[in-house]
């Protein structure tokens, strides 16, 4: 229990936030705000304070908060080292993914040939799973962003143009392929900004000197995967991000258009471990060090 009342103490601190660092921790907001309080009448000490609406970590915090970092890495190292000791063929790999649909196969395969170690992946957005990454939480990431963290290992796993998923009904999908000056005339959906996928789309559409009828933003592939079926609008995928549906089509561009890539990351310092070395060598067949 104390070690948790100081990684949540920790979170609040990094994050500025209580909210923020339940949602980190997957804890309620009041069950932080108990530990936090906890501490704090144990020890008799203030480690927060109020301050123009915002939480401000006390001198007491400062004073703590690089040996409760210290110990929440020694607590991860060790969980670590129990994960990878002993057998390959047993564990717990875990990986975070921006869209999972580069390493699916690479997993499939790494499960046939190691059935006993099980398999934890986690979504979320390219802040997110590098954070998770740099932090210990995830064993390897993907995502479409480049990152030149010399801490990092980095493989390119491929790349694919975007491509337009539309609605089998659409206007749009008598055609084979589309000219970017159509989405004019559409309404189109976005993923939101910071997004890899949205940053291509726009570059895509500022060069052709387009601009949507209008936008629809969600924050979710799968949601706007939905919003599509639906016949709300159209989108802009990753061409291997758009999987298959009966009232879908997916369109490729005629002209050339900004190509997304996908990379695999660990941390230099952990990539000969046995799992994470494991897992590389079954993508190295199909990736590049980049």
């Given amino acids: 229990m104390f070690v948790i009342q100081l990684k949540s103490f920790f979170m609040v601190a990094r994050l500025g936030s209580i909210t923020l660092a339940a ?3 997957g804890l309620s907001q009041p069950t932080v705000t108990t530990q936090i309080r906890a501490l704090e009448e144990h020890y008799g000490i203030e480690l927060f304070r109020r301050q123009g609406g915002r939480l401000v970590v006390s001198d007491d915090g400062v004073r703590l908060l690089p040996m409760v970092e210290a110990l929440l890495q020694q607590e991860s190292n060790v969980e670590f080292a129990l994960r ?3 057998d390959v063929n047993q564990g717990q790999l875990r990986l975070g993914t921006t869209a999972p649909y580069y390493i699916l196969d690479i997993v499939k395969r790494f499960q046939d040939r190691y059935p006993r170690v099980d398999v934890v992946i986690t979504l979320g957005n390219s802040r997110q799973t590098g954070e998770a990454l740099r932090e210990f939480r995830v064993d390897l990431a993907t995502t479409s962003h480049k990152d030149a963290d010399a801490r990092l290992l980095r493989l390119h796993l491929g790349a694919d143009p975007l491509a337009l998923v539309l609605h089998r009904t659409h206007p749009l999908a008598r055609q084979r392929s589309v000219r970017v000056s159509q989405l ?4 189109l959906i976005m993923r939101e900004l ?12 500022t060069t052709a000197g387009v601009t949507p009828q209008r936008t629809l933003e969600i924050t979710s592939r799968e949601a706007i995967r939905e919003a599509v079926i639906r016949n709300m609008g159209v989108s802009v995928f ?3 991000e758009a999987s298959a549906h009966p009232d ?3 369109l490729p561009f005629e002209e050339e258009v900004p190509m997304i890539d996908e990379y695999l990351y660990c941390l230099q310092e952990r990539q000969n471990t046995r799992l994470i ?7 190295r067949p199909l990736a590049s060090v980049d």
């Avoid at 910071?194 to 559409?205: A, H």
Wanted: aromatic share 2%.
């Fill in 23 to 25: 949602k980190h921790l």
């Fill in 84 to 86: 990878n000791a002993g």
């Fill in 184 to 187: 004019a005339g559409c309404q």
């Fill in 194 to 205: 910071g997004s890899m996928t949205r940053t291509k789309t726009e570059e895509m559409l």
């Fill in 238 to 240: 990753a061409r291997h």
């Fill in 248 to 250: 879908l089509m997916v």
């Fill in 277 to 283: 070395a494991a897992f590389l060598k079954e993508c």
